[in-house]
């Protein structure tokens, strides 16, 4: 468990000597990407940055000893086209986005970085259109050992994007059987449920509404729905009002194992 910030444990806590010298040693750096949004009354707007950087702590454990990682500070400035239209959501330009991202980037190779890693928890097709676009860009530039390490898997993200995850900009990894075996409600969930909600009580307990929590009833909501959800705007907010999508109660309160789980895969996936 851990309530600590979101600079914690990252390159903001160390000096430019420390940086440099693990550059030199050929150092991989993990870049946890999140966006700031609405999710729900039960949980932070600071969601999706706190699990992308709690999946770059978790994997950087799991790679200890077999291969030297740092995080960077998370970058939470993403996308917000579904829940745009929610208080707490900020709007960020896609182009804005994809400058700062990009420079980001360009900053941490230009330091001499071969490898950065990004670790996203984010499912907006346009925040996911966004980082696709700002890695293959980099590619091109013969920033070869710049790729995607995570995109969500339970809300099939490679295959939404019409990839593969065998294209050069990903680290390859297979979605294990093992993160299929939980017990969950066998609801529709996809923002603000019960993974994330497992999570968040888990890693940042001191950021959860547990008040509100506790009377929260799951949306029941289909995938017809989710399709037009996905739409935004007003109609998101028809949709869920209270701004989650599925059960944010868990039945299986160790649900948080999942993210574990995950990072131990991503871990040997950059291990090689």
Same mark, same amino acid.
């Given at each position: ?9 990252? *390159? ?8 440099? #010298? !693990?550059?030199?040693?050929? #150092? ?7 966006? *700031? ?14 699990? !992308? ?5 978790? +994997? ?15 970058? &939470?400035?993403?996308?917000? %086209? ?16 994809? %400058? ?12 001499? &970085? ?12 346009? $925040?996911?259109?966004?980082?696709? /676009?700002?890695?293959?860009? %980099? $590619? ?10 995570? =995109? ?32 969950? +409600?066998?609801?529709?969930?996809? $923002? #603000?449920?019960?993974?994330?909600? +497992?999570? *968040? ?7 959860? /509404? ?6 929260? @009833? ?15 705007? @007003?109609? #998101?907010?028809?949709? +869920?009002?209270?701004?989650? &999508? ?11 194992? &999942?993210?574990?789980?995950? =990072? ?9």
């Amino acid at each position: 468990m851990t309530n600590e910030p979101l600079l914690a444990h990252t *390159m903001a806590e160390m000096t430019a000597t420390k940086v440099e #010298a !693990a550059a030199q040693r050929g #150092a991989a750096v993990l870049l946890p990407v999140g966006v *700031m949004e609405a999710h729900g009354p039960h949980l932070p707007i600071g969601t999706d940055a706190y699990i !992308a950087l709690q999946l770059c702590r978790l +994997t950087q454990k799991y790679a200890a000893g077999r291969k030297e990682t740092l995080i960077a500070p998370p970058y &939470f400035w993403g996308i917000n %086209a579904v829940l745009s239209a929610f208080t707490g959501s900020f709007r960020i330009r896609a182009e804005t986005a994809a %400058a700062l991202l990009t420079d980001i980037i360009d900053s941490l190779s230009g330091d001499g &970085f071969k490898e950065v890693l990004v670790v996203s928890h984010h499912g907006d097709r346009a $925040h996911n259109d966004m980082i696709l /676009d700002v890695l293959q860009k %980099a $590619h091109q530039r013969g920033q070869t050992g710049v790729r995607w390490l995570y =995109a969500p898997t339970r809300w099939k993200m490679i295959e939404r994007l019409g990839q593969t995850g065998k294209e050069p900009v990903w680290v390859q990894w297979d979605h294990e059987a093992a993160l299929d075996a939980f017990k969950v +409600t066998g609801l529709l969930g996809v $923002h #603000a449920d019960e993974y994330e909600t +497992t999570a *968040m009580v888990r890693y940042y307990p001191d950021t959860v /509404d547990f008040e509100a929590l506790r009377d929260l @009833e799951p949306t029941r909501l289909t995938l017809e729905d989710l399709q037009v959800w996905r739409g935004g705007g @007003e109609a #998101a907010r028809r949709l +869920t009002p209270g701004g989650y &999508f599925g059960a944010p109660n868990p039945v299986d309160p160790d649900l948080w194992r &999942f993210y574990d789980e995950t =990072a131990k895969i991503m871990a040997d996936a950059i291990v090689g």
